[in-house]
């Protein structure tokens, strides 16, 4: 929702080796800035920023990006929040789109939530060091626990008193909205008087992955029948626990340095792995995984190790998630502790090395270990032992990815011995489930790409109809692989022409620039290009014209549409998109006076494109032509033949005008 305005103002102010260098200590060398990567573990420099590219490369690992790029992979934030971010860095005011009064009443009511959990996460820390009761009871838990002040602090824990209402009465005397205290679960109506939640418990409070607070888990310190032991925030506007890993804004640099998620049940796992010195942790909070949760972990890394208790609802909470997570496309690993133990325990009784180097000899992979449990259960009742066949099959059929088919291959047979059943067997059924569920898919792809080659197989090429119009000693490729790829180059070259040079003048006798001579020809260019990702540039690109705006190569560069960024990033450095001097002669007008190469690019590939979409017209009409039996429509196929051949014409008579410039 924020405007165009300040975005553009962002994007002029942004110094990208100010920012990386804000993260990464670079040391100057050449025209570009050297420092270690933060995306990966190394001793030896081979990460490069450049500021007048404006980007930055790792040539260890590979990855590459601009600014906002950056603050998205390394700080995992959203495109907007890391507009957000660079509008407080550069004190630009931020000035927002017209909304809807719901969507704007849902955002105001979302800042206000976060403005409460920040009281309240400021309120507990400061009741737990600073009253009598905080430090006797709470602190003296979180001690007991083994837990250091450095720690707590790190952490934000906290502690409500075990008064009614300590914490309603002092967030009320800050003039917060009673409703709003209820809505976050801070607060509760009893006996029709608000009252405190969480008091008497420690508080844990629950990070989003750029550190904002999203609510609260709060653990009760006395042995009670009637009280849960943990109460955690209610759903509301800013948090839905299906989308939310507890301490992910801790372990998320750790995570991506050292390629593997360590997943665990609680909050208290997550601490003391952490205090320890294992950080690449997070906790489920002891509900099964979800499909959010998963692609929160991809987001940093495609290896996942479960850490669970070793009893049986341990082993049935991970087994829960194998498919979801396998689909997701990630490595899964199990690593039971030891019962009566957990992760917390654990790792105070073995330390830190002792645990590293359990859960290296003992995780396992998660197929085959939910294939032996299954096995185990199953017994000799050969009906159960027929339904986990099938079950494997499907899950083994989940690991769909090309670079997975060797681990998939590798899956079926040993699989395939412990169900001791044959391979080829095993293998017919994991394709029949393959083939099922990607069915739909492969239709549609099908369809699409009948799409792209409409005209191309009814009948014969633009370049077999009209070979004086394309280059000339080309059969390497068939006639239609040769009109693509030029095509597609000339379709980037519009693009190009207008980042770079939609602004300039055209023609100086009536003003008009370039944008404006591109947009005011008779023809849709949006229409004239088949390529998705040139439509949605030339989309935007006019949708800012018509508003009076020019979008710079810039504002594209930095595009919040992934693909749109890493497209305009390739065709601003394609120097293989002009066309060969003789073929770019068939297509120019010439010009006279001063600098005009952009003229020339400007009307060869307009003239190509506009030419290119008279000809495929001509194909088309001639097949429906053809195809015609009623004398009347065979007529005006024939008037349409005429025009269009007529236009053809036209255009090529105007080859070889001057433009003064």
Same mark, same amino acid.
């Given at each position: 929702m924020i405007s165009q305005n300040t975005i553009q103002q962002i994007l002029n102010r942004i110094d990208i080796v100010e920012i990386v260098g804000s993260f990464v200590k670079l040391k100057k060398r050449g025209a570009n800035y050297l420092g270690l990567c933060p995306f990966h573990n190394e001793k030896s420099p081979s990460f490069t920023v450049s500021g007048t590219k404006e980007i930055y490369k790792c040539f260890g690992c590979g990855k590459s990006g601009n600014t906002i790029n950056f603050l998205m992979e390394h700080e995992k934030y959203s495109y907007v929040e890391a507009l957000r971010w660079l509008a407080q860095k550069y004190n630009v005011e931020i000035e927002e789109k017209e909304v809807s009064p719901e969507v704007k009443a849902q955002q105001q009511l979302a800042d206000s939530l976060f403005i409460i959990n !920040?009281?309240?996460? =400021?309120?507990?820390?400061?009741?737990?060091?600073?009253?009598?009761?905080?430090?006797?009871?709470? $602190?003296?838990?979180?001690?007991?626990?083994?837990?250091?002040?450095?720690?707590?602090?790190?952490?934000?824990?906290?502690?409500?008193?075990?008064?009614?209402?300590?914490?309603?009465?002092a967030a009320l005397a800050k003039g917060y909205n009673q409703e709003y205290l209820l809505k976050t679960g801070l607060v509760a109506m009893r006996n029709e008087q608000p009252a405190?939640?969480?008091?008497?418990?420690? +508080?844990?409070?629950?990070?989003?992955?750029? #550190?904002?607070?999203?609510?609260?888990?709060?653990?009760? /310190?006395?042995?009670? %029948?009637?009280?849960?032991?943990?109460?955690?925030?209610?759903?509301?506007? +800013?948090?839905?626990?299906?989308?939310?890993?507890?301490?992910?804004?801790?372990?998320?640099?750790?995570? =991506?340095? $050292?390629?593997?998620?360590?997943?665990?049940?609680?909050?208290?796992?997550?601490?003391?792995?952490?205090?320890?010195?294992?950080?690449?942790?997070?906790?489920?909070? #002891?509900?099964? /995984?979800?499909? %959010?949760?998963?692609?929160?972990?991809?987001?940093?890394?495609?290896?996942?190790?479960?850490?669970? %208790?070793? =009893? !049986?609802?341990?082993?049935?909470?991970?087994l829960r998630g194998l498919d979801m997570a396998i689909e997701e496309g990630l490595n899964v690993k199990l690593a039971l502790i030891p019962d009566k133990e957990d992760p917390d325990s654990y790792v105070r009784k073995i330390g830190a090395e002792g645990f590293r180097q359990f859960i290296a000899e003992n995780k396992q992979d998660f197929i085959l270990f939910k294939l032996q449990v299954s096995l185990k259960e199953a017994g000799n009742d050969t009906t159960r032992k027929s339904q986990l066949v099938n079950e494997i099959a499907e899950t083994i059929a989940r690991i769909d990815k090309v670079e997975d088919f060797t681990k998939q291959q590798d899956y079926i047979r040993q699989c395939s011995q412990l169900l001791k059943i044959d391979e080829e067997g095993m293998v017919t059924l994991v394709n029949k489930y393959i083939r099922d569920r990607i069915n739909k898919q492969v239709t549609q792809q099908q369809n699409r790409q009948q799409q792209a080659r409409q005209g191309e197989e009814d009948g014969p090429s633009l370049a077999e109809m009209y070979p004086e119009y394309f280059e000339e000693g080309v059969t390497d490729a068939p006639p239609s692989d040769n009109l693509f790829n030029r095509d597609e180059k000339q379709e980037r070259e519009l693009v190009k022409i207008l980042l770079r040079f939609g602004d300039k003048i055209f023609n100086e006798e009536n003003n008009n620039t370039v944008a404006d001579y591109i947009f005011h020809l008779p023809y849709d260019f949006e229409s004239l290009a088949d390529s998705e990702i040139v439509k949605k540039i030339l989309r935007e690109y006019k949708a800012g014209y018509d508003q009076g705006n020019v979008l710079d190569k810039k504002w594209f560069l930095y595009h919040q549409d992934a693909e749109i960024a890493q497209h305009v990033a390739q065709i601003l450095e394609d120097k293989e998109a002009e066309l060969s001097h003789n073929w770019q002669e068939r297509f120019e007008i010439k010009t006279v006076y001063g600098d005009d190469a952009y003229l020339k690019d400007t009307l060869s590939?307009? !003239?190509?494109?506009? /030419?290119?979409?008279?000809?495929?017209?001509?194909?088309?009409?001639?097949?429906?032509?053809?195809?015609?039996?009623? *004398?009347?429509?065979? *007529?005006?196929?024939?008037? *349409?033949?005429?025009?269009?051949k007529q236009l053809e014409r036209e255009l090529t008579q105007q080859l070889g005008m001057v433009i003064f410039k």
């Open positions: !920040n009281f309240a996460r =400021d309120y507990f820390v400061n009741t737990l060091h600073e009253s009598e009761e905080g430090q006797n009871v709470g $602190l003296s838990y979180f001690e007991e626990r083994g837990f250091t002040e450095e720690t707590v602090r790190k952490f934000q824990l906290g502690y409500c008193l075990n008064e009614r209402d300590a914490f309603v009465k405190d939640n969480y008091r008497g418990r420690v +508080i844990f409070p629950i990070h989003n992955q750029s #550190g904002k607070v999203l609510g609260f888990g709060a653990r009760i /310190l006395v042995k009670s %029948d009637r009280a849960p032991k943990y109460i955690n925030s209610p759903e509301n506007e +800013i948090y839905v626990k299906s989308k939310v890993l507890y301490g992910t804004y801790f372990a998320r640099h750790s995570i =991506d340095k $050292l390629d593997e998620c360590l997943l665990v049940e609680g909050y208290t796992d997550v601490v003391s792995l952490h205090q320890a010195g294992i950080e690449n942790v997070v906790a489920s909070s #002891g509900t099964s /995984l979800t499909t %959010d949760q998963l692609r929160l972990i991809k987001k940093y890394t495609r290896n996942l190790t479960i850490l669970y %208790d070793g =009893d !049986n609802a341990g082993v049935k909470a991970a590939t307009t !003239n190509y494109l506009i /030419l290119r979409k008279i000809k495929k017209l001509i194909v088309e009409n001639q097949q429906e032509m053809e195809r015609q039996t009623d *004398m009347e429509e065979m *007529m005006k196929c024939l008037e *349409m033949h005429q025009h269009l």
